[in-house]
């Protein structure tokens, strides 16, 4: 490897930042030069490509977003779009890509890479959503998880003075890991997740006998539950709960901003450092990521067809917590 461009794609997650500095400087220590490309895959192809050293870098470690920005690209799925990326990339003599999202960053990727094998690529998961298999965490996923957790700290002192019923609806896409983490967190009375299935009656029954003994109950939300929004829940639990003050908060884009916890900081440096060495060893079209607090790495092909799962104990336990 002589040259590697570096990208961000898809949503933001704090720790991209981390993830590019030690992308770029673990680099610079191999003698590997490196680019950095604005947008994802839309610079890429707008040519939006710039040389980087170990100084483009400085002072972005406690940095949210990414200053590389990122952007979603429909002209990528196109056989042109892919082509103009590529002979953007090999003018400049770039012979691998670093590329920091998700699922659909990585699918992209895989690609692009099957179409041009010259080009080796290494994914980086970078989501708040803690989605994808073969890493145990993704970048941003507790940064994430932390905001939410001060959220709810705050909205808990609110419902416990007036006796309130709160319905609080937090991100994660179609998975429920924000929810049930910041969830056992904060001891909320349930969570409700789109892995669980929890039935309104269900959930009802459960917030009348929450009643009964506490002033304030708390219901995460997730995004991607299948009763719906947090509005839709609330509305067919109101009427069942008269007695209760009911308030609906939607948290929405703030859980993606802020500066990155030690956690994801270091999180990104370890993937960052690992994805660089790996491409210098000969390795492409695989994701780095932690497995059991060691670096792994995954075929992405793998990655993309294996389904992530919560685990058992902590959906268990989060039930029989709050009682
Ligand atoms: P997040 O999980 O945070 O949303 P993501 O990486 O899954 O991140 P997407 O918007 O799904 O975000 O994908 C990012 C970009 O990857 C897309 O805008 C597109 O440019 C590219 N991409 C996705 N799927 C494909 C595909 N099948 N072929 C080529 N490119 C793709």
């Known amino acids: 490897v002589s040259k590697i461009a570096v990208l961000t794609s898809g949503g933001d997650a704090p720790g991209m930042n981390p993830c590019i500095r030690a992308v770029v400087r673990t680099a610079m220590y191999n003698n590997v030069k490196m680019v950095g490309v604005r947008q994802g895959y839309k610079g890429l192809i707008e040519d939006d490509i710039y040389d980087m050293d170990s100084r483009s870098v400085s002072n972005i470690l406690n940095l949210g977003g990414t200053i590389l920005k990122t952007a979603r690209c429909a002209e990528f799925r196109t056989p042109e779009g892919m082509e103009t990326a590529y002979n953007n990339l090999k003018k400049r003599g770039v012979d691998a890509l670093v590329v920091i999202g998700g699922d659909g960053t990585f699918t992209g990727a895989l690609r692009f890479s099957k179409q041009y094998p010259d080009m080796a690529i290494m994914g980086v998961p970078g989501t708040i959503d803690n989605d994808l298999f073969g890493s145990d965490f993704t970048l941003g996923f507790d940064t994430a998880t932390n905001t939410v957790v001060d959220a ?114 270091v999180l990104g440096s370890r993937l960052g450092f690992s994805a660089v060495n790996a491409l210098i060893q000969g390795e492409t079209q695989k994701m780095v990521g932690l497995r059991g607090n060691k670096i792994e790495l995954t075929k992405i092909e793998q990655a993309l067809t294996h389904q992530f799962k919560l685990e058992d104990d902590l959906m268990l336990m989060s039930d029989i917590l709050s009682i």
């Open 152 to 265: 709810l700290d705050k909205i808990r002192d609110t419902a416990d003075a007036h006796d309130r019923l709160f319905f609080i609806e937090v991100m994660g896409r179609d998975a429920g890991c924000i929810a049930l983490r910041a969830g056992i967190s904060c001891g909320a009375e349930a969570i409700m997740l789109p892995e669980k299935d929890t039935a309104i009656a269900d959930l009802i029954a459960s917030v009348k006998s929450n009643q009964a003994k506490k002033s304030s109950s708390i219901v995460i939300v997730a995004e991607g539950d299948k009763n719906g929004g947090a509005y839709d829940v609330a509305q067919k639990v109101k009427a069942e709960v008269k007695s209760y003050d009911v308030k609906v908060t939607i948290l929405g884009h703030l859980q993606r901003g802020g500066s990155p916890s030690a956690f994801d900081r």
